[in-house]
């Protein structure tokens, strides 16, 4: 993918608020997002409205413009800043030689070259598939255009000329093998929910640094890269405490503001997996000028997917490079760290192991020597605060915390002091 040509791409957004710094900031991230689909911007084209042309989404004058900005730079490809309806697409598919897609396709795009599981990819077609169905209609000059590139990637593109027959077929037989990987997974998790293991997921911004930290903290070799959405597919490892106690740690998909409605619904499978955490690890990128958005648009998507009443720890990543205006949020637990600083890595190991303790039950308990295997479990499976050996009675002292309904807090009130 390194060595692809990169597509040349003219940005089109429409500002429909005073808050110019909030639209500079969306269309910064549209160009982003267009680079990490490999596309390279030539131009930028914005336009101040009351509400967005019907149409046009942008006015009859400025969609002349655009012309003859494309007369200049001869584009392959003009992304439109918001999702654009399909009556929108066709005029301006009308009047404009290069291809037009919305800000929702390029985001399907990105997913589509990221996915790496087999459920990924049927999720990414899926989302695309239903985009597309409604757009389907007298596109036909603008879908033979579709030679590949930004906006085509990914399983959905050989379809896209099929009937719609075709296309509802395909839906429901990628729907009928989602359930069945759901099913399986909802299975994997009640055995993990039954074996009592502490979850704690990465949630965040996209980029905000989750992999960079999961990688870190869990021992375990997730994609990471300075690019948007460099994870797609969830990611479990184990992830050891400072005591020793062991829990998992699972990595998600970065979120994104106006992430189409298609994809919430696809990932929210995915999701489902941190609706079982128990400690919600919410990574903010304090380098971003719009961390506080960022912030903001985790929370909502969190409350769309039924997760927001879960623990949080706000980690607020890349405090080498804070910007100058960062204010950490008043709410909630909270610190400020470098994932590549190993000694903020153990301050916050040490502070989620607090946070881990608050949700388990305190244990003080005098153990016979004889005891060896429970000894072991209670190293194991519970957080371990003292172990002592009292010669003359031959037995071990213990204090620790361990999970309310764990299969060995029966053994621990047998030798309960």
Same mark, same amino acid.
Request: a negative charge.
């Given at each position: 993918?390194?060595? @692809?040509? %990169?597509?040349? *791409?003219? $940005?089109?957004?429409? !500002?429909?608020?005073?808050?110019? =710094?909030?639209? #500079? ?93 087999? @459920?990924? %990819?049927?999720? *990414?077609? $899926?989302?695309?598939? !239903?985009?597309?169905?409604?757009? =389907?209609?007298? #596109? ?100 050891? $405490? ?176």
């Amino acid at each position: 993918m390194k060595n @692809e040509v %990169k597509e040349k *791409v003219i $940005l089109v957004g429409c !500002q429909l608020e005073d808050d110019d =710094l909030r639209f #500079q900031y969306s269309l910064e991230e549209l160009e982003e997002l267009t680079q990490t689909a490999n596309g390279q911007v030539v131009s930028i084209l914005t336009q101040k409205r009351d509400r967005v042309h019907p149409g046009t989404y942008i006015g009859k004058g400025k969609v002349e413009e655009l012309i003859l900005l494309e007369e200049q730079f001869d584009p392959d490809i003009i992304i439109f800043n918001d999702e654009l309806s399909p009556s929108q697409i066709r005029n301006l598919s009308k009047d404009l030689s290069a291809r037009v897609i919305d800000r929702t396709q390029l985001i399907l795009d990105i997913f589509a070259q990221r996915a790496r599981s087999r @459920e990924g %990819k049927l999720q *990414v077609e $899926l989302a695309q598939l !239903q985009y597309l169905l409604p757009r =389907l209609i007298g #596109q036909g000059a603008s879908l033979s255009r579709l030679g590949g590139g930004i906006g085509t990637r990914g399983p959905g593109e050989t379809k896209l000329e099929s009937d719609r027959r075709h296309i509802h077929r395909r839906i429901d037989d990628i729907k009928t093998q989602l359930q069945t990987i759901v099913e399986h997974r909802e299975r994997y998790r009640k055995r993990r929910k039954r074996n009592k293991t502490f979850q704690i997921a990465l949630v965040g911004y996209t980029n905000a640094g989750k992999s960079t930290l999961f990688n870190r903290i869990s021992l375990a070799d997730s994609y990471e890269e300075n690019q948007l959405f460099a994870t797609l597919d969830p990611m479990t490892r184990k992830m050891p $405490l400072p005591s020793g106690y062991t829990t998992l740690l699972t990595d998600t998909v970065g979120f994104i503001q106006d992430l189409p409605t298609s994809l919430i619904a696809a990932f929210r499978s995915t999701l489902e997996e941190v609706r079982e955490a128990d400690l919600l690890l919410h990574v903010v990128d304090s380098s971003n000028p719009d961390y506080n958005q960022h912030e903001k648009t985790v929370q909502s998507l969190l409350e769309d997917l039924d997760m927001s009443g879960l623990p949080q720890l706000t980690v607020y990543n890349k405090r080498d490079m804070v910007h100058p205006d960062f204010v950490p949020s008043g709410e909630g637990a909270r610190m400020i760290i470098s994932a590549l600083n190993e000694g903020d890595r153990g301050d916050l190991l040490v502070k989620m192991e607090d946070i881990v303790k608050k949700h388990m039950i305190s244990y003080h308990v005098l153990i016979p020597a004889s005891e060896g295997k429970l000894l072991s479990q209670l190293k194991n499976e519970t957080i371990l605060g003292k172990l002592e050996f009292l010669e003359e009675n031959q037995i071990y002292e213990l204090t620790g915390y361990h999970l309310e309904d764990h299969p060995i807090s029966g053994h621990i009130k047998k030798f309960q002091r």
